[in-house]
């Protein structure tokens, strides 16, 4: 039963999160265009669903997101409550006001601590699980791949989003210090992957060995051609290449 309501909790926010973006995001949204991993689900963009239907969407998920926290809470499980009080207000602060934390340049951070750190946590906590060494190493590298993984997100819509005075890390940065940021967190990421192995006995040193090698096959790509500096357009246009 417990894992029934953990998954309910995860799934109800994260549905949440989707429909609260598409519908705080939708005038940005019109200047992007819009990739399979980014822009959106293009539904009101597009003109196939009102505004309105995403908004009471999203506030039926986080009815169904905080019904299943409060059973946790009363049912005496205080640590999958707090993860999943902490997953819905900060996946509620991405993208909806007052925080509004992807235009200000907290978004990646927020995002990686949801995903990769409070998710498997509250999947954690709902097996007996808690706040232990053994969680912390198991969520150091996503955390760290999750962070790369949004600035590879934010690139195809560079552009767009500083027209929008959506001031995200690749906004604020520049794409060619953001470039090299995604790069030494993915080499942080592998690195940090390869280090766990020591510990799993002879399975584990193997894919270890074969992650730090992939590190430093990794490293290699901090030495290519990365795009230069440039100025974002005063208009909805993207400048950024296609990735």
Known sequence: MGVCLDATLVTAFQLM??????????????????????????ALVEGALAPGVALIAAAIC????????????YGGNAT????????GLLSWAYSAPPLRLASRGGGELDAALVVAVLVPLAAYAAFGGGLDRALARAVTAPFVAMLAMMLCVELPDAGA???????TVIVRFGIAQSWRMLMALTIVAVWLTGGRGHSLGNRGRVCGGRS????????????????????????????????
């Open 212 to 243: 730090v090698r992939g590190g430093r096959s990794l490293a290699g790509l901090a030495h290519l051609p990365r795009p230069g500096p440039r100025r974002w357009p005063s208009g909805g246009s993207r400048s950024t290449p296609r990735r």
């Open 161 to 167: 989003d500083a027209a929008a005075q959506k001031r």
């Open 80 to 87: 999958v409550a707090a993860a999943g009080l902490a997953i």
């Open 62 to 73: 986080a009815t169904a997101g905080a019904e299943a926290t409060l059973h946790f809470a």
């Open 17 to 42: 999160v989707h429909y609260a973006n598409d519908y705080f995001d939708r005038h940005g949204d019109r200047a992007h265009e819009r990739t399979a991993w980014s822009g959106g689900s293009g």
